[in-house]
């Protein structure tokens, strides 16, 4: 991927007391925009003066998030803590064909079978971690977002890949049936995975 898109580059306002707080208030706040333009978006988790965490964001590809300069997004005086990215199913690619999407929608279902799902960290995701914590000489994670999912791979840990399930953005939570409307039909939004 040569064309690493860049616009949007910025560094929300809103304040987490922890890593992990931030990266789910990003989660909670980007990833419905990000599903819905099927781009992936992400940046770092930077602790503030006063200690509190915040976000950087930038908007990628439908696969991809270039770091690149990152650091150079976070406001003086913050200190980078981690990486953090969304990760899009099949169903969100634009730009493809209707034959492309179903063959990344059923790359997902294998995946899934195989611990290789869209909501896994790539090898790049991990490569790009353990790169980051041998130049800092300390932990520097990465963590991904699905709507349900924030998982953290951080390479000097014991326990290097951790799990917290979440429920969807607002705005990506199934809707009821219209009343009156038979059962099992006029879902507009199925739920994510
Ligand atoms: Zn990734």
Redesign the pocket.
């Known amino acids: 991927m040569a064309d690493f898109a860049m616009d949007g580059r910025g560094v929300n306002d809103h304040e987490s007391e922890t890593e992990l707080g931030a990266v789910w208030y990003a989660a909670n706040y980007y990833y419905e925009a990000s599903y819905r333009s099927g781009r992936?978006y992400?940046g770092l988790v930077f602790r503030r003066p006063n200690g509190m965490f915040s976000v950087t964001v930038r908007k990628g590809t439908w696969?991809?998030?270039n770091y690149k300069n990152a650091t150079a997004d976070v406001p003086a005086g913050g200190v980078p803590v981690a990486m953090w990215?969304t990760?899009l199913p099949g169903s969100a690619a634009r730009g493809v064909s209707e034959g492309t999407r179903t063959v990344l929608a059923v790359g997902d279902l294998l995946g899934d079978l195989f611990g290789m799902g869209y909501d896994d960290?790539?090898d790049?995701?991990m490569d790009l971690a353990r790169r980051a914590t041998a130049a800092r000489q300390h932990n520097f994670p990465?963590y991904?977002a699905t709507a349900t999912v924030i998982k953290r791979f951080s390479p000097r840990a014991k326990e290097q890949i951790q799990v917290w399930k979440k429920p969807p953005p607002s705005g990506m939570q199934p809707k009821r049936p219209p009343s009156g409307a038979a059962p099992g039909t006029g879902v507009p939004n199925a739920p994510l995975r």
């Open positions: 992936e992400g696969d991809s998030l990215h990760h960290f790539s790049g995701d990465i991904l």
